[in-house]
């Protein structure tokens, strides 16, 4: 908040005048935040032909960790409860919903074309879900070079990782 007042030269209180509460005022930077990052989401499936969900699927982690790696603040407000209830956003709780739905469908799409190993879509969603999120989160805290691995390599070794999770649940070429 500091950050946005002082761009927006004003003080930083300023912020909080327009909105009935902090609650409400972070709601309103975690919508906005979602928004910004279903138009990346947007643009980049829009890429991909929807006849290859694998391909989806992967687009749209890499198009997640690379939004939450250029945008670490957005990333930390709308994937956290740390700065307010986000049940308390109608726009919040339907984006999700779109977003969990629309990796149900590619998921159910690539079943159906025989392309994965598993028919337990729910458990390959949430194995995805906490890849790209854990990821997301261990460039955030700063755990990278503790693992050996510079500012330089992270968006390759987000792009290596995806692929080895693809590549995990997808069916083996016959």
């Known amino acids: 908040m500091r950050e946005a ?7 930083p209180g300023a ?8 609650d409400a005022l972070m709601a ?3 919508e906005e935040a979602q928004r910004r990052f279903r138009a990346e989401i947007e643009v980049v499936l829009g890429q991909i032909p929807a006849t ?7 687009a749209f982690g890499l198009a997640y ?20 209830v986000h049940g308390s956003s109608a726009e919040l709780t339907r984006d999700n919903a779109e977003l969990v ?5 590619m998921l159910a799409d690539a079943a159906a074309q025989g392309l994965l190993r598993s028919t337990d879509l729910k458990r390959i969603q949430i194995a995805g879900r906490a890849l790209v999120y854990g990821f ?11 693992w050996g691995v510079d500012e330089d390599e992270v968006e390759r070794m987000a ?5 080895l999770f693809i590549a995990g649940i997808a069916k083996p070429a016959p």
């Open 159 to 163: 792009e290596e990782v995806i692929d």
């Open 5 to 11: 007042a002082r761009r927006a030269a004003v003080s």
């Open 101 to 105: 739905a629309l990796t149900e469908r």
């Open 65 to 84: 960790l690379r939004w939450a790696m250029r945008n670490p603040a957005h990333f930390e407000i709308i994937s956290t409860g740390r700065y307010f």
């Open 15 to 22: 912020p909080f005048r327009h909105f009935p509460n902090r």
């Open 136 to 146: 997301a989160r261990m460039n955030l805290d700063g755990h990278f070079p503790r």
């Open 52 to 58: 290859d969900p694998l391909a989806r699927f992967r």
């Open 28 to 30: 309103a930077v975690a």
